[in-house]
């Protein structure tokens, strides 16, 4: 039977990735860790050839995910697409370790790390295979001096798997112990937030889908009050509560109906929105969601999915949002879609990406991603900001959010004005 711990998602787990040289011990380690047999061991260099992901409960932490990757000194073709996939976990690593061989360490070691500091990645490194020979003293001074955490282990004879856990513990960033909120800091302990679910054919069968999920649990962790109803149902819903809710919030696609039937001192925005809040960075796609108006016909538009889902009927991705910023624009755009941890590497031939609200991903995948278009100087808003902005009813989405009010009332004011009123 599955327990609860097994059952958080993903996005909400501390993802701590494993990197290294091929043979260095890192699938012997994670094995150690997690006291399973997560990965092939072998003494042949370069067993480990797609990352392998083990979600656990690390106590006292919480819910983690360790990320075993190839080995990213390999050569050849095979080798090449190894490391480009290794590459690609950099992107949703929240907490690096680097295993070196005890006595081993050089030029690519310092490579990695100079890699994972200039993304800003905690990093632990572990000197394994100490049985064979201790670290150098003058790599253990050099670390210090950096303030880098390291320690010694043999995994193949689990030694030093208890330093390991507890550095980890020690070292893992504040952003993840102290997380932000959803949206519960917008309601309060004792208010009520209106959530309003359209179940079409993309709702999944006896379920709710995930944003709507956690932020149910933020509002009680939160120990705020939630309604959850139906569009069809929000108007009777608002007449029936005493007083009025803090807050209502709604699927993207209900976005102009909702509007339509809350009072407008009553704050409203999207599920999605508060995820560009909670997984991205709001201002910023405030910002780059005012791009839309430079939009015109044969321009490309990259709609970026974080999960996998197989799309029905009239998708958000796919149908939804093409059409509404093709009536917005008023000439012919060309969409693409990717998926899940696919992302292209250069998005240079794009003139906007409009990501998902991101729930099956982590932060720092978004923050990644985010990184990478502003370097671009490609403007990446999500959907429910993009939905509101088509739609016409953008600063009636952000009134939860008094300062991304004011970066867009001041947007308006730009000499080059924007088209909404």
Request: overall charge negative; charged content about 25%.
């Amino acid at each position: 039977m599955s327990t609860s711990m097994e059952k958080t998602p993903k996005s909400f787990r501390l993802h701590i990735a494993l990197f290294g040289r091929r043979n260095v011990g890192k699938s012997s380690l994670l094995n150690a860790i997690t006291r399973q047999e997560v990965s092939i061991v072998s003494e042949v260099a370069g067993t480990t050839t797609d990352p392998v992901e083990k979600p656990m409960e690390l106590l006292p932490l919480g819910p983690v995910v360790f990320i075993d990757t190839a080995g990213i000194d390999d050569t050849g073709a095979l080798g090449e697409l190894r490391m480009e996939r290794t590459r690609r976990v950099l992107d949703r690593t929240d907490m690096a370790v680097l295993v070196a061989e005890a006595g081993q360490w050089g030029s690519f070691e310092e490579g990695m790390l100079s890699a994972l500091t200039e993304r800003s990645i905690p990093t632990l490194v572990v000197f394994n295979k100490e049985d064979l020979a201790p670290p150098q003293a003058a790599d253990l001074a050099r670390l210090d001096e950096a303030h880098i955490p390291w320690v010694q282990t043999c995994a193949s004879q689990a030694r030093g798997i208890t330093d390991f856990r507890h550095a980890l513990l020690q070292h893992a960033p504040d952003g993840f112990v102290n997380q932000p909120v959803i949206l519960s800091d917008l309601v309060g302990p004792g208010e009520t937030a209106v959530l309003v679910v359209p179940i079409d054919k993309e709702a999944p069968k006896g379920r709710l889908i995930m944003p709507q999920v956690q932020s149910i649990r933020d509002l009680l962790d939160g120990d705020a009050c939630c309604m959850v109803v139906k569009e069809r149902e929000l108007r009777h819903a608002l007449e029936n509560l005493k007083r009025p809710p803090k807050l209502v919030v709604t699927d993207s696609q209900a976005f102009l109906k909702v509007a339509a039937d809350t009072p407008p001192e009553i704050p409203m925005t999207s599920f999605s929105i508060l995820f560009a809040r909670f997984r991205g960075d709001l201002a910023a796609q405030i910002e780059a969601t005012l791009a839309i108006d430079r939009l015109k016909s044969g321009d490309r538009v990259l709609i970026a999915e974080a999960c996998s889902h197989h799309p029905i009927g009239e998708d958000i991705g796919r149908v939804k949002i093409p059409r509404w910023l093709t009536q917005y624009v008023g000439g012919k755009l060309v969409f693409e879609t990717v998926q899940g941890h696919d992302f292209p590497q250069d998005i240079t031939p794009y003139q906007l990406v409009v990501h998902c609200g991101a729930c099956a991903v982590n932060r720092r995948e978004v923050l990644t991603r985010l990184m990478r278009c502003r370097e671009a100087g490609v403007p990446m808003t999500n959907y429910g900001l993009a939905i509101a902005y088509s739609l016409g009813i953008f600063e009636r989405a952000l009134t939860p959010f008094p300062a991304a009010q004011d970066i867009y009332r001041r947007a308006m004011h730009h000499p080059e004005g924007v088209k909404q009123q």
